[in-house]
C-alpha cells in the first residue's frame, strides 16, 4: 500500500465516532456482575469458592477497577504519544496529511475513552462504597515498547514503535468483543465496551494501514531487523507478571485465613497461558499480521515461527 493509497475515514469519525454520538452511561445498581468471571479466575478457583465466595463482587469490583486503569494508560501513555507524534508531523516515519488528519481522530477518541473510564471507575466508588486497592502505574506495553525500541538501530526505533502499538491496537479489539458479548455483565459496562469497540475497529484498521504503508517502503535488510526484534516485543507483551502482582495485592485485601491465602497464591501462580501459538491474545496478534502484509515476508515468517499454526 503506498501512502497516496490512503484514504481516511474522516466522514465516518464526523458521524459514528462515540466523542460525538453516544450519551453518558449510568452503572446500574442491579443483579447483574459489574465484571465477567471468565476474566478473573481467582475467583473461580476452589479455594476462593470454598473458602470466601461472599467476597465475590469485591474481587469483580478490584478487577474493574484495574481494568480500568490499564485502559487508562493504555490510551494516555502508549497509544496517545505515537498517535499525537504522528498528527503533529513529529514522528521519525513521515505520512501524508490524511494520515496525520485521522491520527488526531485517534488522540481525541482515546483520551475521551480515558475519560469515560474514569467516569466508570467514580461511578462504581459511588455505587458500591470500594475505593481501589493499590493500582499498577504500568502496563505490559509499557515495558514491551521501550524493550523492542532498545534492541533497534536509531532510524528503525520510530518504525518499531509504529509497528508495536499498531499490534496491541489490533489485539486489544479482539479482546474488547469478546467482553461486550458477556450477557453475565450490567448492560452499561457491556455498553461501555460496545462504544470502546466501535472506536477500536475504526482504530485498528488504521494503524493496520500505515504499517503497511512503512513496510512498503522499507528495505530488506530493515525488514530483517525488526523481524528479529517482533519475538522479543510479544514475549514481553504476553507475560502476566503485572496481573499476577495485582492479583496477589487482591488476595491479600481478602478477609481470609493466612493458610487460604498462600492456598490462593499458589493457585493463581498457575494460571499464566504459556507465551507460545495456544495463549488467547496471541491469534489476534497474528491476524494483525496477516492484515498488515508484514506476514507476506519471509523473514517475519521464519521470525514468529512459534506462534503460526
Known amino acids: 500500500m503506498n501512502a497516496a493509497d490512503y484514504q481516511s475515514f474522516a466522514d465516518a469519525w464526523e458521524s459514528r465516532a462515540t466523542i460525538r454520538t453516544r450519551p453518558r452511561r449510568m452503572l446500574e445498581n442491579d443483579d447483574k456482575l459489574i465484571y465477567p ?9 476452589e479455594t476462593f469458592v470454598r473458602e470466601c465466595p461472599e467476597q465475590r463482587d469485591f474481587a469483580l469490583v478490584q478487577t474493574l ?4 486503569n490499564d ?3 493504555f490510551e494516555t501513555e502508549i497509544v496517545d504519544k505515537t498517535a499525537r507524534s504522528i498528527a503533529k508531523n513529529r514522528f521519525a516515519v513521515p505520512f501524508p496529511f490524511a494520515c496525520r488528519y485521522d491520527a488526531m481522530t485517534v488522540v481525541v477518541d482515546e483520551d ?35 524493550a523492542a525500541i532498545a534492541l533497534a538501530p536509531e532510524p528503525l526505533r520510530a518504525a518499531v514503535e509504529l509497528i508495536c502499538v499498531a499490534i496491541a491496537e489490533n489485539t486489544v479489539t479482539g479482546d474488547v468483543a469478546a467482553f461486550a458479548k458477556d450477557d453475565s455483565v450490567k448492560q452499561s459496562i457491556k455498553g461501555l465496551m460496545a462504544d ?35 519475538p522479543v516485543f510479544i514475549g514481553h ?10 492479583d496477589f495485592r487482591l488476595i491479600d485485601a481478602l478477609r481470609i485465613s493466612e493458610t ?15 507465551i507460545n501459538r495456544h495463549h488467547p491474545l496471541v491469534a ?9 502484509s508484514l506476514l507476506d515476508a519471509p523473514c517475519v515468517q521464519a521470525a514468529l515461527s512459534d506462534y503460526l499454526v
Open 237 to 246: 507483551y504476553l507475560t502476566n507478571d503485572i496481573q499476577k502482582s495485582f
Open 284 to 292: 489476534n496478534i497474528v491476524r494483525f499480521f496477516h492484515n498488515s
Open 260 to 274: 487460604a491465602r498462600q492456598a490462593l497464591k499458589h493457585e493463581v501462580s498457575g494460571l499464566a497461558f504459556p
Open 196 to 230: 470502546h469497540l466501535l472506536d477500536e475497529g475504526r482504530h485498528s484498521g488504521f494503524w493496520a494501514r500505515l504499517v503497511r504503508i512503512y513496510w512498503h517502503t522499507a528495505s530488506e535488510e530493515d525488514r530483517q531487523c525488526i523481524a528479529r526484534i517482533l
Open 37 to 45: 468471571l471468565s476474566r478473573q479466575p481467582l475467583v473461580l478457583s
Open 71 to 73: 485502559v487508562v494508560i
Open 112 to 146: 475521551y475513552h480515558a475519560l469515560v473510564a474514569m467516569d466508570f471507575l467514580q461511578q462504581t466508588i459511588a455505587l458500591t462504597g470500594i475505593t481501589p486497592i493499590e493500582l499498577p502505574n504500568e502496563i505490559e506495553l509499557s515495558r514491551a515498547i521501550p
Open 65 to 68: 477497577y484495574k481494568f480500568i
